[in-house]
């Protein structure tokens, strides 16, 4: 990736960033843009390591006050000792964002049928996406609000025929993959989630906190491994528990275009042979195969809710809105 590329991978960050509420991490992001020194110290870094959000996560790791003003981000970048440049290269971008399950749970829904839920999640870092039966929800509509479970409530906005649950789901198992599986248990591991959250988003935090403590209550079963590699033999293994749904948010996105090719070969395979059905929550170009047939995307930035690889929403990407098609 050259630095134009780069820098017009920050500015687009910038404006999720603005859409997600962080207008630290938007100034940040659109300073590093217009910053050709900054620019040049991050294409110094290995291709999946240049990601805004592990960039910005490694300066705060290490002190960079947030919020704060971008210089004290260039300043820090720019007279790194080493610290900085080790934590990007030594951690990743398992942000686990618990509030996605706000968009996640109607989708899960709509999948239950007669069967409780064996729920497969694909990159699941800490697994704390896995527990959508924990948590209460509010979901207002232009029709009023649907309310199940106790407090503390995931809130969403929807529009559109989304099928919203009128009782908790019944989850049977659940598990998943990942490179590098986080240790929910680990105090490191779970600071580290908690310095991923924006600096603004208060309430994302909060969420992660409680998602830690529903975790480890139970901690999931997570494998570690390629998800090419380990995704059929845990569908296999979850099948004698119920309904099968394998899904992934925000992850697909890591992958070379090869291998999002292969996933969703693999996936649609999956799927047409029975075994499981399929969730996904991405950007737009990660699976374009998913929006065939689907209406033009809106203007603001978005993620693609899919079910068995055809878009069924657009969603906010840390759950806050949900506009079924």
Not at 17 to 40: I, M, N, Q, R, Y
Not at 180 to 201: F, G, I, R, Y
Not at 216 to 221: L, N
Not at 313 to 319: F, L, N, S, V
Request: charged content about 20%; aromatic content about 8%; glycine content about 8%.
């Amino acid at each position: 990736m050259g630095h134009a590329a780069l820098a017009r991978r920050y500015a687009e960050f910038a404006g999720w960033a603005t859409s997600g509420g962080s207008p630290c991490f938007a100034a940040w992001a659109a300073g590093v843009a217009e910053d050709a020194d900054v620019l040049a110290w991050i294409a110094t870094l290995p291709g999946p390591k240049r990601q805004p959000n592990l960039v910005f996560a490694a300066a705060r790791w290490h002190g960079v006050p947030a919020p704060g003003p971008y210089t004290g981000l260039r300043e820090a970048l720019l007279h790194d000792d080493g610290a900085i440049r080790a934590t990007i290269l030594h951690r990743a971008t398992q942000t686990n964002e618990a509030g996605r399950l706000a968009a996640l749970v109607p989708a899960f829904a709509s999948l239950a049928a007669e069967r409780p839920l064996a729920l497969l999640e694909v990159g699941a870092s800490a697994g704390l996406c896995l527990y959508p039966d924990r948590w209460g929800y509010a979901w207002t509509t232009p029709g009023g609000r649907t309310v199940v479970g106790p407090e503390p409530r995931l809130k969403c906005r929807v529009t559109g025929p989304a099928p919203l649950p009128t009782a908790p789901l019944d989850v049977a198992w659940r598990g998943g993959i990942d490179l590098h599986p986080l240790d929910v248990t680990d105090d490191d591991a779970t600071a580290w989630l908690e310095t991923l959250v924006w600096p603004e988003n208060a309430d994302r935090r909060a969420v992660l906190r409680h998602a830690v403590e529903v975790a480890r209550t139970d901690p999931p079963h997570l494998v570690a491994g390629d998800l090419l590699d380990e995704l059929p033999a845990l569908v296999a293994e979850a099948a004698p528990h119920g309904e099968v749904v394998v899904f992934h948010t925000a992850v697909i996105m890591y992958l070379s275009a090869a291998d999002r090719e292969r996933f969703d070969a693999m996936m649609r395979g999956l799927v047409a042979d029975g075994v499981c059905r399929w969730v996904s929550n991405e950007d737009p170009r990660v699976l374009p195969s998913v929006l065939d047939g689907a209406p033009p995307l809106p203007d603001e930035p978005t993620m693609v809710l899919g079910i068995d690889g055809r878009a069924v929403a657009w969603a906010h990407h840390h759950g806050r809105s949900l506009a079924w098609l």
